[in-house]
């Protein structure tokens, strides 16, 4: 089994707390992202007590937004 790799190649940090992030991964660090990523977002949709965030499709093709 390949091992994931992500390396930070910038951080940049904003007055309200968030963050933008340039990160390169390989294949594989990829691949779980991906992954691990769209199963999380499939149990937020589908989960009915957790109205925390709700997904919302944006005019952009193939965007979809979370919001809290």
């Known amino acids: 089994m390949e091992t994931g790799l992500i390396e930070v190649k910038r951080l940049e940090e904003k007055e309200d707390g ?8 390989n294949t594989e660090a990829t691949r779980l992202l991906v992954e691990v990523g769209l199963r999380r977002l499939l149990e937020m949709a589908i989960d009915k007590e957790n109205e925390e965030y709700e997904l919302k499709h944006t005019a952009q ?8």
């Open 18 to 25: 968030s963050a933008n992030l340039e990160i390169v991964t």
């Open 61 to 68: 093709k193939d965007v979809v937004e979370i919001g809290d």
